[in-house]
Every structure is written in structure tokens, then in C-alpha cells.
């Protein structure tokens, strides 16, 4: 079964220091998402991503943060400065169009921000 | 706006017990709904979903039935076992704005034990 692939699992980091997660979305996926989870707390929405561009952001998707499908094949986070509060999993996610409203989620990738 | 609420956890059963995890929505329009479950290091994975009122989700023995009257989704399984055992998240799928996006819940844990 085709699935979402990230990297790293786990990332441990110095707050101020650059971070890229990546992600392998599903191949014929169109549309890609990151979501984070702080520990305990929800699932939130940060960015979707269609035709490389930004679709949509979240408040909390500020100028710390940016997304970009370099190769098209992967799908990037880039959080240029850590903070201690980025500290979370975050999800990539992708689907096969805007009308699916059925994303596959990868395993996540666990930052710590020291 | 568009919201989850769900009940806290850790829910904790003993195999066989009959599992209810509620969960209510607020949203405009008509959402798709879904539950999600993370089993222990992996990601999200779709469990069932509902795209309109009345409509029962069912997978893997769980279930769940929109209702538009009470703005609610419960997830049920009649007989839990220890392979159960995850993080269960309830959400929405939100139409309209540039994208759509999956609304999600703080998820609830569920520990079954032998």
C-alpha cells in the first residue's frame, strides 16, 4: 500500500539552529499538508500546499517557517530558527485532490529543541 | 470556527469491555467526519468516515454515526482488545477558504489491558 515517508523520526536541536524535515508524499498525490502536534495538545493544521505554491497557512505558519517541493518528489519544512515552543511531531500528509478529504499521513518526525 | 472536542483520556479497559470515545463538532455547513488512530510509533491512519448525517462509518469492528441533530460522532466497539490499544483522533473535514483541511481533536488514548 503507498504511504507517506519522513525523515528524520527524531530530531534533537539547539534553539536558533535551522531545522528541514522532509517528507515523501504518496506519487501521484497532488496536494501536501504539514500538521504539528505539541505533546498533549492537538493536531493542527500549519500549511497545505498545491501546484508549488502555498494554498493556505495557519497563524502559527509565521516567517520562521517555509515549505517547498524541491524535486518533485519530496516536500519540505523548513523552520529557519528554532524556538524551545516549535518543539512537537509533525505530520506530512498528502492527497490525491482537493475533493479526496482523505489524507495519508506519514509517522511524523519528533523535533526537540533544546 | 470550525472545532473538535473530544473526550479526555486515557480511557482504560479491560479486554472485551465496550468502548465509547465522544466526540462533538462544530462547524458551518455539512463536514465530512473521520476518525483517525496512531498506534505506538507510526502515524495517522484513517480508521472510518462519514460524509453525511446518518451516515455510519464502520471499520475493524469499530463504528461511528453522524449526527447532525446532536453534532456528534462517537466512536463504539462492542469488544476491545489489546491490540486496540492507540491514540484515537476525531475530525472534520472543512470546505471553502482556499483549501480544505482536516480539523482535528486532542485525540484520546485508549489503554486496553488483558
Known amino acids: 500500500e503507498p504511504e507517506v515517508t519522513q525523515t528524520p523520526s527524531h530530531q534533537v536541536t539547539q534553539m536558533g539552529q535551522e531545522v528541514i524535515l522532509r517528507c515523501v508524499p504518496i506519487s501521484n498525490h497532488l496536494y501536501f499538508y504539514w500538521y504539528r502536534q505539541i505533546l498533549g495538545q492537538k493536531v493542527e493544521f500549519l500549511v497545505s500546499f498545491y501546484n508549488n505554491e502555498i494554498s493556505e497557512k495557519s497563524e502559527i505558519f509565521d516567517d520562521q517557517f517555509s515549505v517547498e517541493r524541491p524535486d518533485g518528489s519530496n516536500f519540505t519544512l523548513k523552520i529557519r530558527s528554532t524556538k524551545l515552543e516549535d518543539s512537537a511531531m509533525y505530520f506530512c500528509a498528502s492527497a490525491g485532490y482537493s475533493g479526496a478529504n482523505v489524507l495519508t499521513f506519514g509517522a511524523g518526525s519528533r523535533l526537540t529543541v533544546l | 470556527g470550525n472545532s473538535v472536542t473530544q473526550m479526555e483520556g486515557p480511557v482504560t479497559l479491560s479486554e472485551e469491555a465496550f468502548l465509547t470515545i465522544n466526540c462533538t463538532y462544530t462547524a458551518t455547513g455539512y463536514p465530512s467526519l473521520f476518525w483517525y488512530v496512531q498506534y505506538p510509533g507510526e502515524g495517522l491512519q484513517l480508521l472510518l468516515k462519514?460524509?453525511?448525517?446518518?451516515d455510519k462509518g464502520s471499520n475493524k469492528g469499530f463504528e461511528a454515526t453522524y449526527r447532525k441533530e446532536t453534532t456528534s460522532f462517537h466512536l463504539e466497539k462492542g469488544s476491545v482488545q489489546v491490540s486496540d490499544s492507540a491514540v484515537y483522533f476525531c475530525?472534520?473535514?472543512?470546505?471553502?477558504?482556499?483549501?480544505?483541511?482536516?480539523?482535528f481533536g486532542t485525540g484520546t488514548l485508549l489503554a486496553v489491558q488483558p
Open positions: 462519514a460524509t453525511k448525517a446518518d
Open positions: 475530525a472534520l473535514w472543512t470546505y471553502g477558504g482556499a483549501t480544505n483541511k482536516l480539523i
